[in-house]
């Protein structure tokens, strides 16, 4: 468990950079992203050890209490036999009495030694959440880092087409405009020059009479 937690611990105290630096990813944020999803995975692993760690001092804790309670049972029946005279009863008595508080004596130095060990795994939980917390925070900083910079491009980009060619796109409407004017413009004059012609005829016409 121990080699477990270690390496699991300097998995996630990698150097983010590393990730970030690697020249075959073309997108880093997605390798972060996964690198945390393998992160959490872990943390979930590290959790259920933790969880089995608690049960295995709860059963520690239960079998000293069940070996404690016999030794003590049998302590006293072995006076009780004794105070009877009644030799070989004392004898197994005091016999069971040994055993079962040797049991409940390994089982004391077990459970105290699961405490500390529990201690431990605790401890380094919660470093590995609060160190996880940290990537994503950072994780949200680096992705709103990545949003500003591709407005950014996006807003330099429009910018230098303005620069490279200014007004060139107002200029080609106002020439269109300016031709189809000319145009509208054209067809209005020759549509109204022949009975422009014809009234000046009838003009002249008249005034060559009243002549």
Same mark, same amino acid.
């Given at each position: 468990?121990? %080699? @477990? ?26 390798? $972060? %992203?996964?690198? @945390? ?10 959790? *259920? ?7 295995? *001092? ?5 079998? &000293? ?5 016999? =030794? ?5 029946? =072995? =006076? ?13 008595? !005091? %016999?069971?009495?040994? #055993?079962?508080?040797? /049991? =409940? ?15 431990? $795994?605790?401890?380094? &939980? ?5 160190? !996880? ?11 709103? /880092? ?22 060139? /796109?107002?200029?080609? @409407?106002?020439?269109?405009? #300016?031709?189809?004017? +000319? ?5 209005? +004059? ?9 009234? !000046? ?11």
């Amino acid at each position: 468990m121990a %080699n @477990l937690f270690t390496r699991i611990k300097d998995s996630v105290s990698a150097d983010l950079h590393n990730i970030l630096d690697q020249k075959e990813q073309k997108n880093p944020i997605a390798a $972060l %992203n996964q690198y @945390l999803r393998q992160s959490e995975q872990e943390k979930e692993k590290v959790r *259920k050890l933790v969880e089995r760690q608690y049960k295995l *001092k709860d059963e520690f804790t239960s079998e &000293y209490h069940k070996a404690q309670d016999f =030794a003590d049972k049998r302590l006293k029946q =072995a =006076a009780i036999a004794e105070k009877a005279g009644e030799e070989e009863l004392h004898k197994f008595a !005091l %016999n069971e009495h040994e #055993e079962y508080q040797a /049991r =409940a004596d390994r089982m004391e130095t077990l459970r105290e030694e699961a405490v500390k060990q529990l201690e431990g $795994l605790e401890q380094k &939980y919660e470093e590995m959440k609060h160190k !996880l917390k940290d990537m994503h925070l950072r994780r949200m900083e680096l992705m709103g /880092r990545e949003n500003v910079a591709h407005a950014n491009h996006q807003i330099n980009k429009v910018i230098e087409e303005s620069s490279d060619k200014p007004y060139s /796109r107002f200029a080609e @409407l106002e020439n269109y405009i #300016e031709g189809l004017e +000319y145009k509208v413009n054209s067809s209005y +004059y020759r549509s109204t020059f022949d009975s422009k012609i014809a009234r !000046l005829e009838k003009e002249m016409q008249d005034k060559e009479k009243v002549n």
